[in-house]
Structures are given as structure tokens and as C-alpha cells.
């Protein structure tokens, strides 16, 4: 299947800094990547969808300018997490859509997780 | 956006057939029906699609119903690496997530 990864895998920051992490679709060109917010014991929650060369779309409820997306190229899309607070701990992963059989699959990425302090 | 309805979990036997049931009555006829699994930690794995007939796939076997108000994803023989949350998820753009399936399985 194809892949995507994510860097980091785990990050430790103190509050009130920013941590970027990044999502890569690495054997295909994703013009559409996803990203969620897991908490413990609990479903996956979509946060935005980031398109290459435009503007993320936020879900509602989501705070755009504490979640700066930026899909810089076809392969690449980063979540920043500005001013950090330790609700912001979560699991954050991103997918990557592919298109196939009439549909788009989406492909995730291992995951990233955030704690801060 | 239509919504699925999963039962929180269930168990199975090693080397035993495993349906796990997903009713989604409010699909529209252009939603796909996917399943992804996850495992504790990391990312969902995609497991298989379909919009209106069965599917195959090297993991397993995707059965819908003849008015797609209902599917069940087949596991034709559960092994321990199966034990997963396994999550029915109506495709039309965006996907999102319900509660999921957690499977069990039993040595």
C-alpha cells in the first residue's frame, strides 16, 4: 500500500511554544491531505483538510490560527501547533488521499504524538 | 454527513471467521463504504472499499446489502494480529470517524 510518514514521532514541549509536525506521502502526489486529533480511548476527529497550493479548510470548532497548515507541495503538508497549552496533548495524524477504483482512499500516516508540559 | 453505527466491541476465537457489522441507513448513493483498522499508537490501515457490490481483498471481504443500508467487513480467519479498532467510515469527500469496533481475539 502506499505510505506515509510522519516527523516526529514524539515531541515533548513546554507550554506556550510552537511544534511543527510534518506529513509526507512518499511514493505518490497527494493534492489533498488530511489532518486529525485523537485523544485517549477515543475515535479519530477530523481538523482540517490541507489542499496543495491553497488555503486549509477547518472544521468547525477548530482554531486556524492555533493550527497553521501549510501544503507547500504535492508530497508535503505540515500542522503547527502555535502557543501550545497542555489540552493541545493529543495524537495528531494525517492522510494523504490517492484516488482509485472511482474513489479517493486516504492513507495515514504512523502518527505523532504531542505532550505539553 | 450520513453516520455509521458499530457495536463497541467484539470477540473471536483464533482461526475463526469474524463479521463485523456496520449499519449506515442514511447513506446516499454516492457514498463509498470504507474500512480502515487501528491499532493502539498508530496510524488507521486501510482494509477495503466498496459502493455497491461485494469486495475481495487479500484482507478481507466486504459484503453490502442489496439497499447499502448495512455492510460487514469479513475477517475469514482472525489471527492475533487482527485485534484492532475497526472502523466503518462513509466516503463521499471528507472522511470521519464514529466510535469503531473493537475486535478481541482470543488465543
Known amino acids: 500500500g502506499a505510505v506515509v510518514s510522519q516527523h516526529p514521532s514524539r515531541v515533548i514541549c513546554k507550554s506556550g511554544t510552537s511544534v511543527k509536525i510534518e506529513c509526507r506521502s512518499l511514493?505518490?502526489?497527494?493534492?489533498?491531505m488530511f489532518w486529525y486529533r485523537q485523544f485517549p480511548k477515543q475515535s479519530l476527529m477530523l481538523m482540517a483538510t490541507s489542499n496543495e497550493g491553497s488555503k486549509a479548510t477547518y472544521e468547525q470548532g477548530v482554531e486556524k490560527d492555533k493550527f497553521l497548515i501549510n501544503h507547500a507541495s504535492l508530497t508535503l503538508s505540515t500542522l503547527t501547533v502555535t502557543s501550545a497549552h497542555p489540552e493541545d496533548s493529543s495524537f495528531y495524524i494525517c492522510?494523504?488521499?490517492?484516488?482509485?477504483?472511482?474513489?479517493?482512499?486516504?492513507?495515514f500516516g504512523p502518527g505523532t504524538r504531542l505532550t505539553v508540559l | 454527513d450520513a453516520k455509521t453505527t458499530q457495536p463497541n466491541s467484539m470477540e473471536s476465537n483464533e482461526e475463526e471467521p469474524v463479521h463485523l457489522p456496520c449499519n449506515h441507513s442514511?447513506?446516499?448513493?454516492?457514498?463509498?463504504i470504507h474500512w480502515y483498522r487501528q491499532l493502539p499508537s498508530q496510524g488507521p490501515e486501510y482494509v477495503i472499499h466498496?459502493?455497491?457490490s461485494n469486495v475481495n481483498n487479500r484482507m478481507a471481504s466486504l459484503a453490502i446489502a442489496e439497499d447499502r443500508k448495512s455492510s460487514t467487513l469479513i475477517l475469514h480467519r482472525a489471527t492475533l494480529r487482527d485485534a484492532a479498532v475497526y472502523y466503518c467510515i462513509l466516503r463521499d469527500n471528507k472522511f470521519y470517524f464514529g466510535s469503531g469496533t473493537k475486535l478481541n481475539v482470543k488465543p
Open positions: 442514511t447513506i446516499s448513493g454516492t457514498d463509498y
Open positions: 511514493d505518490f502526489q497527494a493534492t489533498t
Open positions: 466498496g459502493l455497491t
Open positions: 492522510s494523504a488521499s490517492r484516488r482509485g477504483g472511482g474513489t479517493d482512499t486516504q492513507y
